[in-house]
């Protein structure tokens, strides 16, 4: 848009003599409006290379050349799902130089996720953080630590079980609804606390766990014949029921829900809505014309190995 706005900026003071009063008038209120449009996008640009890498709250924080530093503290955010991911391969394929570094993270993690005010976290930060813990804690570090934090974090989540089975989790304004994620329950707070009960057990929690996986089969999706799916977004009142749905989450995005569900309750794996859903997923083609970068590039090459594993057999064009 810059350069839209210097080109026509430039043929404007080259021909303004010749124009008449009325085209000077209709010009200068198409540089001004297209100028708004500039500065409206700038104000709430977010700036990133790729998902999770230069995100304007995170490190490398990446200043705008357009306005001053962003107001973050261009730290990484607590519990981000990579810092999962290095510690489970550090589990299962233990690395002599990359091992001090675990350790560090480890417990540079610990102390961050210790720190933070869990009522002010989004629900998928409540979840990377969990997972974070849960598998800091296979590694053998700091184990009270560890199941103290994992404790901390599960209650905080399971206190906010609705009736439904749900959790209620982000408040709309005004505080009488919640607009809660299909895709962040069910495929990432769901595993995340099933990874959590398998360090630290608990008996009453597993079933809460349990119900709250069947809620989201039950209340996540789109049962229309026409546009059956996971839902982008579902509404609730406090008591935990439905009040609207809407949007339709992207085939990699149900994938991972799937999967979330299943790591809780294996059961659900014959669910006929469940697997309804899979079938969806795995035939849906690879769109050719979408570039699959940040969060969904990421959702996809993490629900492709379950896909593979459960022998879903999803397309070819998938599978590249």
């Known amino acids: 848009m810059n350069t839209e706005l210097q080109t026509k900026y430039a043929e404007y003071m080259k021909n303004k003599d010749t124009y008449s009063a009325l085209v000077a008038s209709t010009k200068e209120q198409e540089l001004q409006d297209l100028n708004r449009r500039i500065e409206e996008f700038q104000a709430q640009a977010y700036i990133c290379i790729v998902h999770a890498v230069g995100m304007c ?8 050349i357009f306005r001053g530093p962003t107001p973050y503290d261009g730290t990484i955010e607590a519990g981000h799902h990579w810092i999962a991911g290095v510690l489970a391969l550090e589990r299962l394929q233990p690395d002599p130089v990359r091992g001090p570094l675990v350790e560090t993270l ?19 930060s409540l979840g990377w953080g969990l997972w974070a813990l849960a598998e800091a804690a296979r590694t053998g570090a700091f184990p009270k630590e560890h199941r103290r934090e ?22 709309e304004e005004g505080g009488m609804t919640y ?12 595993p995340a606390i099933a990874a959590s009960l398998e360090v630290v057990p608990d008996a009453e929690q597993r079933g809460a766990l349990a119900g709250f996986a069947r809620a989201w089969l039950r209340l996540g999706m789109v049962l229309d014949e026409e ?20 949007g339709r989450a992207e085939p990699e995005f149900g994938a991972l829900f799937a999967a979330g569900l299943v790591a809780a309750e294996p059961e659900l794996s014959r669910d006929p ?6 079938a969806l997923v795995s035939a849906a083609p690879l769109d050719e014309r979408r570039r699959y970068l940040g969060r969904n590039l990421s959702v996809l090459l993490r ?18």
Do not use: C, M
């Not at 206190?159 to 209620?168: E, H, I, P």
């Open 303 to 320: 629900s492709l190995p379950w896909l593979e594993g459960e022998d879903r057999r999803p397309g070819a064009a998938l599978r590249r």
């Open 227 to 246: 546009r059956f799916g996971l839902s982008e977004r579902v509404a609730f009142d406090r008591r935990g029921n439905v009040i609207g749905r809407s």
């Open 150 to 171: 994992i404790r901390r974090f599960r209650n905080h989540l399971l206190a906010r079980r609705a009736n439904s089975g749900v959790l209620l989790l982000t408040k």
């Open 179 to 190: 607009a809660e994620s299909p895709f962040v329950q069910g495929g990432i707070l769901v």
């Open 57 to 64: 709250d995170e490190y490398p924080r990446i200043n705008p």
């Open 106 to 124: 480890v417990a540079s993690e610990l102390s961050a996720l210790a720190r933070l005010d869990l009522e002010k976290q989004w629900p998928r």
């Open 273 to 278: 809505t469940l697997r309804r859903l899979v």
